[in-house]
């Protein structure tokens, strides 16, 4: 018997039941199905943390290797029930090239050198996006008069429909390669540029902003629109994460999104990279990184969900920030420095509270 899988999302464990049925045939047959576990650790496992529900599938398989969605895997025990016969074999993904979302040595380095990420595999395939962008409206419609795409701010934690996507597994095989096998995501927000929009996102450290220690976030930057120079595409300075936190002050711009930039003249435009998507695909950046983004001129619309994943220990200053929750992706929390969000249980749907808009509120302060 081997246990197929801990995930916190349903869909994703039957999926995987579903391709190791067909790769493994009649050999697979499916033993037991148990949902709804609360913060309990179950069978050596997994812990699960505050109300987030585990759920594991049970399979009785014969052979102890398979291979499945591109992954060889193999079945062990758990270590501490070695000797024990009747102990449960305990699915393990083996990392091969076949895997294409777990970061390679070289992609670690460059990401540490030059803090991003480009060129990965996309996420979500042309057909994928075009449904989630075809039930985009229904998430825009719960805005009130007067808010824009970028009020919605930690929806996922009221949406199933963002928090599917903040849980995707492939995205957490990227973001496991950066910060580890312990971190948890706390943060999601549009930026959105309609077509011929003058909005600019001025030069700035995401770090600066955010109340919370140490700086160990990457953000995930998903394309819900083909991404360039042409419609106001992210630019980044590579390796600026490595020269600290620097002074921003209020922006002299009128037309950018975020309140604070950094002064004129501290970086050169012209080392910035080009960031350039397509609708599905990803980039990593770190939360120092100097960054930004010019109008769109152009007829298409350039939207973009930004994803925050911090390493577990990452403590956030709920003085400032006191709506901050976390969601357990990977590993365990060891530190519980910060609150759980409850799992949303709407397909739509958006928080009670007022979103703090950090770039105002981060810990360093508006400074002119
Ligand atoms: O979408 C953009 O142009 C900027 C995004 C951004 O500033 C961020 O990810 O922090």
Redesign the pocket.
């Known amino acids: 018997m081997a246990l197929l899988g801990n995930s916190y999302d349903w869909h994703t464990l039957e999926n995987q039941l579903t391709q190791v049925h067909r790769l493994l045939g009649r050999q697979a047959h499916l033993l037991r199905v148990d949902m709804g576990y609360r913060s309990q650790n179950c069978s050596g496992t997994e812990t699960v943390h505050g109300n987030i529900r585990q759920r594991k599938l049970w399979l009785e398989l014969p052979t102890r290797a398979g291979v499945f969605r591109g992954e060889r895997i193999i079945c062990t025990k758990p270590r501490k029930n070695v000797d024990d016969p009747s102990a449960a074999w305990r699915y393990t993904p083996q990392h091969s090239p076949m895997n294409n979302y777990r970061l390679s040595e070289e992609q670690k380095t460059f990401y540490k050198v030059n803090g991003y990420l480009l060129g990965l595999p996309a996420i979500y395939s042309p057909s994928e996006m075009a449904l989630m962008n075809a039930e985009l409206p229904q998430l825009l419609d719960l805005l009130s008069p007067g808010e824009t795409a970028k009020d919605i701010r930690e929806w996922h934690e009221t949406s199933r429909y963002l928090y599917d996507i903040v849980m995707n597994p492939k995205i957490h095989d990227l973001v496991e390669g950066i910060l580890g096998p312990n971190f948890f995501i706390w943060g999601s927000s549009f930026?959105v540029?309609e077509p011929y929009s003058k909005s600019t996102?001025g030069w700035?450290q995401?770090a600066y902003y955010w109340p919370m220690t140490p700086h160990n976030t990457v953000?995930v930057?998903l394309a819900f629109d083909d991404v360039d120079e042409m419609n106001?595409?992210?630019k980044l300075i590579p390796g600026s994460q490595h020269k600290g936190i620097i002074k921003h002050r209020v922006s002299e711009r009128t037309d950018s999104?975020?309140k604070l930039e950094l002064e004129q003249g501290i970086i050169s435009e012209a080392d910035a990279i080009q960031f350039r998507l397509k609708a599905g695909e990803v980039s990593l950046?770190d939360d120092r990184a100097v960054?930004?983004?010019p109008a769109n001129p152009s007829p298409r619309r350039?939207a973009?969900l930004?994803i925050r994943y911090s390493g577990t220990n990452v403590k956030n200053d709920l003085a400032v920030n006191p709506n901050f929750k976390t969601y357990l992706c990977r590993g365990v929390d060891q530190f519980k420095l910060n609150p759980v969000g409850p799992v949303p249980s709407k397909r739509f749907g958006r928080p009670n509270f007022k979103a703090v808009s950090l770039e105002e509120a981060g810990s360093a302060g508006a400074k002119t």
């Open positions: 930026f540029k996102v700035h995401d953000t930057w106001g595409g992210m999104i975020l950046h960054h930004g983004s350039r973009g930004t």
